[in-house]
Nanobody
Framework: QVQLVESGGGLVQTGDSLRLSCTAS????????MGWFRQAPGKEREFVVA????????YYADSVKGRFSISRDNAENTVYLQMNSLKAEDTATYYC????????????????????WGQGTQVTVSS
């Protein structure tokens, strides 16, 4: 497992942008398939987006397509989540997750697909 630390959350208004960061404790993040999930109060944790080890492939939940963008800087052991045009319904705790291999034949949008999780960062969007 790898230790993950999220940062960048905060309180913003509808339409604003935020960039979340997820930094790994070890320099081998480049070998991990990475994802972001979120959990709103009283709701189950849900998939947001994932990115392949190379960064060339990404997968988005329909609710964030066109507004959110995932990227990674393997040299910095960091994965980013750029969130634009934020809505009140984006309010949640956002979690970074890592899987040690590409989820071949395994759904990338399932919690159980991932081996390591961060502690989460809170994003609150006020309307």
């Amino acid at each position: 497992q790898v230790q993950l630390v999220e940062s960048g959350g905060g309180l913003v208004q509808t339409g604003d942008s935020l960039r979340l960061s997820c930094t790994a404790s070890e320099p081998t993040l480049r070998s991990y398939f990475m994802g972001w999930f979120r959990q709103a109060p009283g709701k189950e944790r849900e998939f947001v987006v994932a990115i392949t080890q190379s960064g060339y492939g990404s997968y988005y939940a329909d609710s964030v397509k066109g507004r959110f963008s995932i990227s990674r800087d393997n040299a910095e052991n960091t994965v980013y989540l750029q969130m634009n045009s934020l809505k009140a319904e984006d309010t949640a705790t956002y979690y970074c997750a890592a899987r040690a291999s590409y989820p071949s034949g395994i759904p990338y949008d399932r919690i159980e697909t991932y081996d390591s999780w961060g502690q989460g960062t809170q994003v609150t969007v006020s309307s």
